[in-house]
């Protein structure tokens, strides 16, 4: 497992703007998932460790993007246009090998979740 440390959550009103952060040494294909109470948690986004293939889930498709910085072992959310159903429980996850994933089972290591609300 790899050591993941997630940063940038906070209280934003709906329109507004939020970029996460989440540093992860080593060869991993990453993701983001979220989790508002009571309910499971679910894909976001996911690219690959050569940042060439990337994946949304419909519902932040054209708002959010994912990216990555391998020289300084950070990958990002930027988060757009955000909307009161955004609010979760942010988790970054890794996942050993160069493809992304989709589903919590493809991941091995998770961070320990920053929180983003937004106010409508």
């Known amino acids: 497992q790899v050591q993941l440390v997630e940063s940038g959550g906070g209280l934003v009103q709906a329109g507004g703007s939020l970029r996460l952060s989440c540093a992860a040494s080593?060869?991993?294909?990453m993701g983001w998932f979220r989790q508002a109470p009571g309910k499971e948690r679910e894909f976001v986004t996911s690219v690959s460790w050569s940042g060439g293939n990337s994946y949304y889930a419909d519902s932040v498709k054209g708002r959010f993007t994912i990216s990555r910085d391998n020289a300084k072992n950070t990958v990002y959310l930027q988060m757009r246009r955000l909307k009161p159903e955004d609010t979760a429980v942010y988790y970054c996850?890794?996942?050993?090998?160069?493809?992304?994933?989709?589903?919590?089972?493809?991941?091995?290591?998770w961070g320990q979740g920053t929180q983003v609300t937004v106010s409508s």
């Open positions: 996850a890794a996942r050993r090998g160069m493809t992304a994933g989709r589903t919590v089972h493809d991941y091995d290591s």
């Open positions: 080593g060869r991993y294909a």
